[in-house]
């Protein structure tokens, strides 16, 4: 079964400074997507961004920046200029491309950024 | 907002009582899920409907009963409680079982349930 790993239950970061949240994931799959959702308190969880594990290429969104390592199963997000609004819950998912289509979700990383 | 809409927002209940938690989406997917967010833990799928039907039980106790009556609605009813089932309930949607744009979830906000 697949499982994702996030070892680190908070990070705190300076405003503008940059931050890394770490995920590991474990699958026997070769092809897959790999996600970041954002849950800001008391708040929609939404998509942050998205990586398809067939793509070399490290997925971008703005200030948020991913750093996909197949080999070693590890999805860490980067975010740049870190804002006060970019504080909140940060989810790392796996989602297998054929079959069940369920997100398998690591435990969750809370970011607070300080002023 | 990422028109999916749940209520209550929160729900305080007694082991003893009935109730049910709603989502409804505007967004014309077709394929409807709940989600169980715990403390300190990852967020549990509980149950997953597609075009009405229930496709997926995550083994989840029967005091928890889901209903799809159509593909834009889906409540969670719940019954004879226990104080570990207190945690944020999530609703979450995607056009087909294929997901939209490469698999994303449009979640709601969620309904805290708690029970006494």
């Known amino acids: 079964a697949q499982t994702v790993t996030q070892s680190q239950p908070e990070m705190s970061v300076q405003e503008a400074e940059t931050v890394t949240l770490s995920c590991t994931y474990d699958t026997s799959e070769s092809d897959y997507y790999l996600f970041w959702y954002k849950q800001p308190p008391s708040r929609q969880m939404i998509l942050v961004i998205r990586q398809e594990a067939y793509k070399q290429q490290n997925a971008t969104e703005n200030r948020f920046s991913v750093n996909f390592q197949k080999a070693a199963k590890s999805f860490s997000l980067k975010i740049s200029d870190s804002q006060l609004g970019d504080a909140a819950m940060y989810f790392c998912?796996?989602?297998?491309?054929?079959?069940?289509?369920?997100?398998?979700f690591g435990q969750g990383t809370r970011l607070t950024i300080n002023p | 907002e990422t028109g999916v809409t749940q209520t209550p927002r929160h729900l305080v209940m007694g082991m003893t009582n009935k109730k049910s938690l709603k989502c409804e989406q505007h967004?014309?997917?077709?394929?409807m899920y709940w989600y169980k967010q715990s403390a300190k833990k990852p967020l549990e799928l509980m149950f997953v409907?597609?075009?009405?039907?229930?496709?997926e039980n995550n083994s989840v106790p029967s005091r928890f009963s889901p209903e799809c009556p159509n593909s834009s609605h889906l409540f969670l009813h719940l019954h004879t409680l226990q104080p570990e089932d207190s945690a944020l309930y999530l609703c979450a949607s995607t056009p087909g079982l294929a997901g939209g744009r490469a698999g994303e979830l449009f979640f709601g906000e969620g309904s805290r349930l708690t029970v006494l």
């Open positions: 409907y597609n075009f009405k039907e229930q496709t």
């Open positions: 998912a796996y989602r297998r491309t054929s079959g069940a289509q369920k997100l398998v």
């Open positions: 967004l014309g997917h077709n394929a």
